[in-house]
């Protein structure tokens, strides 16, 4: 599965962006799919996943219910709605696919190229 990822942009703090990410592919409606975002001189880390069908939803515990992640796989789509935007918000948010969600929010198999968020203060 192919993905790619849009949506970032540059944002007061207090604010919301909608990232989304388009999957393509014969089977792209079965992955699980999931957000990871790597700020500057850190390490990439998991923000939120989807599963393909029942729509299971995880988040890491520092997202606050300020993140929520959807699906519409009729138009084999993932969209992450980021709400409460702070600067630490700040990173690059790539697009991952996976067979299950315990994969895709661990060890991905397929990743979107990085759209930029900027939170600014």
């Known amino acids: 599965v192919q993905l790619q990822a849009s949506g970032g942009g540059l944002v007061q703090a207090g604010g919301s962006l909608r990232l989304s990410c388009a999957a393509s592919?014969?089977?792209?409606?079965?992955?699980?799919m999931g957000w990871f975002r790597q700020a500057p001189g850190k390490d990439r880390k998991f923000v939120a996943a989807?599963?393909?069908?029942?729509?299971?939803?995880v988040y890491a515990d520092s997202m606050n219910g300020r993140f929520s992640i959807s699906r519409d796989n009729a138009k084999n789509e993932v969209s992450l709605q980021m709400n409460s935007l702070s600067p630490e918000d700040t990173a690059v948010y790539y697009c991952?696919?996976?067979?299950?969600?315990?994969?895709?929010?661990?060890?991905?198999?397929?990743w979107g190229q990085g759209t930029q968020v900027t939170v600014s203060s």
């Open positions: 991952a696919a996976g067979p299950s969600i315990a994969v895709v929010s661990s060890s991905p198999t397929n």
């Open positions: 989807i599963s393909g069908s029942a729509g299971i939803t």
């Open positions: 592919g014969r089977t792209a409606s079965e992955y699980a």
